[in-house]
Structures are given as structure tokens and as C-alpha cells.
């Protein structure tokens, strides 16, 4: 099993980006998938989970409104939308596997100006 974080970074508040997940080593389709992220300092917390058709989504409180969660089951790739970004998105933010409690190694995302 393996998921590969990308597409974290710099960015400025009310700034935006998107992070993938790619996955491999399991019948993707099949598993669902979701971000964590984990703040300087502070308890990992989840961000958003996304079913395995992709249909059913949740999200933290926090970001509700401004992150989304997709999948393309054909990349075997998850993705992270993240919009109108504060100062307090500023963590490490992490790919997870629920059904396997494995993780991804993390993609930093700093918000700043």
C-alpha cells in the first residue's frame, strides 16, 4: 500500500490549492479515503472523508465551505480543494486509509503572508 501526497505550499490568506493523493498497491475503487491534517503543535484532525463511489462526503466544521473533497477512482487519485485559506490551515496535511490505518507521509501547507 502507498499514498503520495503532492501539491502542498506557500500561499497567501484567501489564497488557494489543491493536493492530491495518489494511491497504489490496493483496489482503490473500493476503500474509502481522507484528509488529515496537523497543525504546529497540535493533535492530528480530520479534514474530510469521501466514500469509495465517491458519492457520500463529510468535512470538518472548519472547513466547510471552502474545502473539497473529490476522487477520480480511474487515477486512483484523491484530491483536496482548498479555497479562501487562513492563516490557521496552516499544517501538515495527510492522506489516510481507514480500513488499513495507514497513512501517507504528509504534503506541508503554509499559510502566510
Known amino acids: 500500500v502507498q499514498l503520495v501526497e503532492s501539491g502542498g505550499g506557500l500561499v497567501q490568506p484567501g489564497g488557494s490549492l489543491r493536493l492530491s493523493c495518489a494511491a497504489s498497491g490496493f483496489t482503490f475503487s473500493t476503500y474509502a479515503i481522507s484528509w488529515h491534517r496537523q497543525p504546529p503543535g497540535k493533535e492530528r484532525e480530520l479534514v474530510a472523508s469521501?466514500?469509495?463511489?465517491?458519492?457520500?462526503?463529510n468535512y470538518a466544521d472548519s472547513v466547510k465551505g471552502r474545502f473539497t473533497i473529490s476522487r477520480d477512482n480511474a487515477k486512483n487519485t484523491v484530491y483536496l480543494q482548498m479555497n479562501s485559506l487562513k492563516f490557521e490551515d496552516t499544517a501538515v496535511y495527510y492522506c489516510?486509509?481507514?480500513?488499513?490505518?495507514?497513512w501517507g507521509q504528509g504534503t506541508q501547507v503554509t499559510v502566510s503572508s
Open positions: 489516510y486509509l481507514p480500513s488499513r490505518s495507514y
Open positions: 469521501i466514500s469509495r463511489s465517491g458519492i457520500n462526503k
